[in-house]
């Protein structure tokens, strides 16, 4: 599968954040925004979803995920940070972009793939301080119905020997 570079744009975005082992916590912070989608459903012009995620490996061996299921606030002065959700700023900069099809159980595994292949044969570096993220392109309440399309994307740092290339 190709992949290709972007640089994604600051925005504001809401979001709910679970910590939890890998494979676990992107499940849960769905499940707890499609718990917030039942509260609020007004949120039918909703089209994209982010889901960033920041993984670990813990002392034993376990990776440890803190994992942020997210939609952009789609207008200035929206009010969605007041009803339960976090609000921040989706992190700018150049991304290593891979299009994805299929269902959200299996983005880990295709995130994973893409790090250790893509990534690891290209001539950039991964981005610690920046989470990878996912961009699905479907309305955030209705993300756990089936397939789907999705943008990875891995936060690159471009070394300085590249440049000088």
Avoid at 49 to 74: D, H, V
Wanted: glycine residues 8%.
């Amino acid at each position: 599968m190709s992949s290709g570079l972007v640089y994604l744009r600051p925005q504001p975005i809401a979001y709910v954040r679970a910590h939890a082992d890998i494979g676990q916590a992107s499940p849960i912070a769905w499940s707890n925004l499609q718990a917030w989608c039942e509260r609020m459903p007004n949120r039918a012009d909703l089209q994209v979803s982010y889901g960033l995620t920041r993984a670990s490996e813990m002392p034993n061996g376990k990776i440890q995920c803190t994992y942020e299921a997210a939609f952009e606030i789609p207008f200035p002065g929206d009010r969605t940070g007041e009803n339960g959700l976090g609000v921040k700023q989706l992190p700018g900069g150049a991304y290593m972009r891979r299009r994805h099809f299929g269902t959200l159980s299996e983005i880990d595994a295709a995130l994973f793939s893409f790090k250790n292949e893509d990534l690891a044969s290209s001539q950039f570096q991964l981005d610690e301080n920046r989470p990878a993220i996912e961009i699905i392109f479907c309305n955030p309440c209705k993300i756990m119905d089936g397939e789907m399309k999705a943008d990875l994307l891995l936060p690159i740092a471009i070394s300085s020997n590249a440049n000088a290339a």
